[in-house]
T-cell receptor
Framework: DAKTTQPPSMDCAEGRAANLPCNHS???????VYWYRQIHSQGPQYIIH???NNETNEMASLIITEDRKSSTLILPHATLRDTAVYYC????????????FGQGTELSVKP | SQTIHQWPATLVQPVGSPLSLECTVE??????LYWYRQAAGRGLQLLFY??????ISSEVPQNLSASRPQDRQFILSSKKLLLSDSGFYLC????????????FGDGTRLSIL
């Protein structure tokens, strides 16, 4: 499985967009990029995933570079409830869907 | 809609005692099921996953075992707990087709004394 690199922490002002970067330079052609977040003492929450194209849902947008070596998760209007650890994961779905979690980015949304 | 249940939410056990954590999924059939452990301040580590009844894959050697006696039931067990088994245990499920994301339960916080 490809490894991901994320900054350990980031700050964002409430109401502003939060842009969380992720590097996955060794990603293979059939690996998907998944984003999860974990609020303290809770189970991780699925946010979004993609293969090549940019994706958007009610929670966030996922921008994947053309060479697929990096991606950015965008929370368009961050709120205090978005404070959490955000994990970027690459995974082959046909390996039983195994996810390998790194240390993630601790996002602090400040008023 | 699909839901996942884990219990208990917290558990305090003495060293050497047995363990049984249960996870059940509702609203779907033939899910993939997963057990993860998260040590304090660290990322999640996949322990076991299952693609069907009686089919268990172990990711790391350890003091724990898993079983899937029914389609939507996943059990994590130990015969004798060690201090190092302390942690936050999470169960997850995903659809068994295509690139389905995993959905996690609320976890069990296990403390070994």
């Amino acid at each position: 499985d490809a490894k991901t690199t994320q900054p350990p922490s980031m700050d964002c002002a409430e109401g502003r967009a939060a842009n969380l970067p992720c590097n996955h330079s060794t990603i293979s052609g059939n690996e998907y990029v998944y984003w999860y977040r974990q609020i303290h003492s809770q189970g991780p929450q699925y946010i979004i995933h993609g293969l090549k194209n940019n994706e958007t849902n009610e929670m966030a947008s996922l921008i994947i570079t053309e060479d697929r070596k990096s991606s950015t998760l965008i929370l368009p209007h961050a709120t205090l409830r978005d404070t959490a650890v955000y994990y970027c994961i690459v995974s082959l779905y046909n390996q039983g869907g195994k996810l390998i979690f790194g240390q993630g980015t601790e996002l602090s949304v400040k008023p | 809609s699909q839901t996942i249940h884990q219990w208990p939410a917290t558990l305090v056990q003495p060293v050497g005692s047995p363990l049984s954590l249960e996870c059940t999924v509702e609203g779907t059939s033939n899910p993939n099921l997963y057990w993860y452990r998260q040590a304090a301040g660290r990322g999640l580590q996949l322990l076991f996953y299952s693609v069907g009844i009686g089919q268990i894959s172990s990711e790391v050697p350890q003091n724990l075992s898993a079983s899937r006696p029914q389609d939507r039931q996943f059990i994590l067990s130990s015969k004798k707990l060690l201090l190092s088994d302390s942690g936050f245990y999470l169960c997850a499920w995903s659809g068994s087709w295509g690139n389905q994301p995993q959905h996690f339960g609320d976890g069990t916080r296990l403390s070994i004394l």
